[in-house]
């Protein structure tokens, strides 16, 4: 009875308000948000704006939690981050994407489709890949913009302060079904409190106060060049394993 009371506790805390429809939740929790007429609430806030073949597209917070699957913190980690960089960079201009050039260090599935719908738009075949060796990390949400034009970059990266530094681990225990009601408990406070907070707390609370730089800049990458070269490591990686 204690752990039944401590899993629907745990439901409720995760509660987030104003429904988006089509909406899948992993782990389970849209049904339990259903048992327990819970909704679904993503925070208003400014979308990313960005000129992809002459067109303007906004890109909103739900449309990427659609395209994701479910509310994911290290989605809207990469959409506040993302957005912020490029107000640096660009102040009022709405960017082009042939301007634009992001690099995370972070394999996160939330952190590459939010980049994925900026950058390459909502096609689910062109989702990035991560390359072999990148392990999520409290440390890894750092973010890298470049403005080819003006030959300026700028860093945003999230203080490792704002995330606990277990929850990986936790992450990795619940995954396992091996997480006790209270660390899954902590895991969906921390979640809860990123997807609602993070939108619509100032950008300095979260990334301290980073400034442009001017770099200079050597060498391309063509479209699908990046996308052969993952795939190739993967394929070799896979191959190692299945040799061991």
């Known amino acids: 009875m204690k752990t039944k ?8 805390v995760s509660a987030l308000t104003v429904l988006v429809p089509g909406l899948a939740m992993a782990d389970g929790c849209l049904q339990c948000h259903a048992k ?4 679904v609430r993503v925070p208003q806030t400014d979308p990313i704006r960005i000129m992809a073949d002459g067109k303007e597209q906004q890109i909103t917070l739900a449309q990427g939690f659609k395209f994701h699957g479910h509310e994911c913190p290290g989605m809207t980690t990469a959409f506040v981050a993302i957005r912020h960089g490029i107000k640096l960079l660009f102040h009022d201009t709405v960017p082009d994407r042939n301007d634009l050039l992001i690099t995370s260090i ?7 489709d939010m980049i994925d719908l900026v950058m390459k738009g909502d096609s689910p075949s062109d989702r990035t890949w991560a390359v072999p060796g990148m392990k999520p990390d409290i440390n890894g949400f750092v ?9 300026e970059v700028v ?18 225990k619940q995954k396992d079904k091996k997480a006790t009601p209270e660390e899954i408990h902590r895991i969906h406070s921390t ?6 907070g993070f939108p619509v707390r100032p950008e300095e609370e979260l990334f301290g106060s980073p400034k442009p730089r001017k770099i200079l800049l050597w060498g391309t990458v063509q479209d699908g060049e990046m996308d052969r070269h993952i795939r190739k490591m993967r394929q070799v990686e896979k191959k190692k394993l299945l040799q061991n």
């Open 143 to 151: 973010f890298t913009l470049i403005r080819k034009s003006t030959s």
């Open 155 to 172: 860093e945003i990266k999230l203080k490792p302060s704002l995330f606990p530094d277990d929850f990986y681990l936790l992450k990795q």
């Open 191 to 196: 979640m809860k409190n990123i997807i609602l």
């Open 5 to 12: 009371l401590m899993y629907l506790a745990v439901c409720a």
């Open 36 to 39: 327990n007429g819970v909704s």
């Open 106 to 112: 972070t394999p996160a599935g939330g952190v590459k």
